[in-house]
T-cell receptor, first 115, second 114 residues
């Protein structure tokens, strides 16, 4: 079974530029998560989707971050404009369903460096 | 945002030694999880704990769900070089909409000396 795919793996941009990350979850997984992991810290949830609807975006900086999950499968996370403090690894994870505990499977992440 | 406190932050141990790390929170969780993250990869689930007081093993790993539901510990016995990595605890919360979300700890970085 294929795992969670993310691209690109690495991205370097100048501050105030825009950037987008892509995630393809495991087939059949209804729940998709985007996490931000700053160096030396644990992952922090940015947004959670159930199919193509948002169920939690309370920690998403909505003035610059946006995410969508069209057709309830692939998802993109965008930052516009980027700030220096956005340098981090952006992890995508998916699980089978939102209720009860269902194991999250993580992708390899996209490492973003903002100069 | 909320994060769980893990200790120690990092540790160097000799191959063959046992390792112990713990995770504490001011909040109660119904599920505790332990993950390992290798460089350049996402976290991978090691153990899941569902009940206060529960002790669960997975090979050389043993984890316990604290009685107060505010803490958990992970033990690794007879460490080997491939145990190197960052270990994260995570607690499960019920969100405002009734969905489940996960709060991660600050991580324990383990280095094993051969």
């Amino acid at each position: 079974e294929a795992g969670v795919a993310q691209s690109p793996r690495y991205k370097i941009i100048e501050k105030r530029q825009s950037v987008a990350f892509w995630c393809n979850p495991i087939s059949g997984h209804a729940t998709l998560y985007w996490y931000q992991q700053i160096l030396g810290q644990g992952p922090k949830l940015l947004i959670q989707f159930q199919n193509n609807g948002v169920v939690d975006d309370s920690q998403l900086p909505k003035d610059r971050f946006s995410a969508e999950r069209l057709k309830g499968v692939d998802s993109t996370l965008k930052i516009q404009p980027a700030k220096l403090e956005d340098s981090a690894v952006y992890l995508c994870a998916s699980s089978l369903m939102r209720t009860g505990y269902n194991e999250q499977f993580f992708g390899p992440g996209t490492r973003l460096t903002v100069l | 945002g909320q994060q769980l406190n893990q200790s120690p932050q990092s540790m160097f141990i000799q191959e063959g030694e046992d390792v112990s790390m713990n995770c504490t929170s001011s909040s109660i969780f119904n599920t505790w999880l332990w993950y390992k993250q290798d460089p350049g990869e996402g976290p991978v689930l090691l153990i899941a704990l569902y009940k206060a007081g529960e002790l669960t093993s997975n090979g050389r790993l043993t984890a316990q769900f604290g009685i107060t539901r505010k803490d958990s510990f992970l033990n690794i016995s007879a460490s080997i070089p491939s145990d190197v990595g960052i270990y994260f605890c995570a607690g499960q919360l019920v969100g405002a909409s009734g969905t489940y979300k996960y709060i991660f700890g600050t991580g324990t970085r383990l280095k094993v000396l051969a």
